[in-house]
């Protein structure tokens, strides 16, 4: 009997040990759960983070390659705009140079005809003065 009573307070020992045991792995198991929820809740907001990072970096790339579009059809519209004032200045200017030439020969004209205004003048008052 002291040998069954010897063997069964070991194995109350061995269970006591095991139940001990057991709520340490219960309790190491309880926490390993906590920072697997933690450690998942961390990676589903980087996740989400790095999708709004990309959503947004794409917006931004392709909101950028929209103003270099514009910006390139803005300089051509404006090469061609100012090639056009080039022209018309062109035309302008040899209008111009053509005006000032006509200008110059009425001008020659009207001294001429001052000068011819002036010897008539002159000449009457000469007359005029024949006369007398």
Known sequence: MSKCKKELSERERERLLVRRASGAN???LAHMEKML???KG???KKT???SESKACGDTL???LEQKVQRSKRDRRNSLHRTQLLESQMKTVRGE???TLDHLQELRNILR???QNAEERDAAM???AAGLR
Request: hydrophobic residues 30%.
């Open 61 to 63: 790339v392709s909101d």
């Open 96 to 98: 111009l140079v053509g």
């Open 125 to 127: 008052q000469k007359l």
């Open 48 to 50: 989400e983070t790095e």
């Open 112 to 114: 001429r005809s001052q």
């Open 26 to 28: 219960a309790s190491q």
């Open 42 to 44: 961390l990676l589903e």
């Open 37 to 39: 929820q933690e450690t």
